[in-house]
Nanobody, 117 residues
Framework: QVQLVESGGGLVQPGGSLRLSCAAS????????MSWHRQAPGKERELVAVILSGGGLRTYVDSVKGRFTISRDNAKNTVYLQMNNLKPEDTAVYYC??????????WGKGTLVTISS
């Protein structure tokens, strides 16, 4: 059974930090590119960060560059999103995704991140 389980969300004050984790099982994690997406109320889901299967190429949406870092530990079948200097506009449900070109893709159920004073 394929599973992607996000954790680490919560309520944080502006300027704070949070690390999200996504634990994968049921597929060969190291073959897949992993990404984080978010969806704020009333907005479309947007891609936040991508890390390729080898971990060497990472990309971010402009709004989080310099603040967020995506990483992965293939030995633990886990992808992370370190979020620093959080802003209210970062408030969203964050989802992790596993994908291979021309192959299957999988989504987690999401974890809520709320940035508020």
């Amino acid at each position: 059974q394929v599973q992607l389980v996000e954790s680490g969300g919560g309520l944080v004050q502006p300027g704070g930090s949070l690390r999200l984790s996504c634990a994968a099982s049921g597929f060969t994690f190291s073959y897949y590119a992993m990404s984080w997406h978010r969806q704020a109320p009333g907005k479309e889901r947007e891609l936040v960060a991508v890390i390729l299967s080898g971990g060497g190429l990472r990309t971010y949406v402009d709004s989080v560059k310099g603040r967020f870092t995506i990483s992965r530990d293939n030995a633990k079948n886990t992808v992370y999103l370190q979020m620093n200097n959080l802003k209210p506009e970062d408030t969203a449900v964050y989802y992790c995704k596993a994908a291979r070109s021309g192959g299957s893709d999988y989504w987690g159920k999401g974890t809520l991140v709320t940035i508020s004073s």
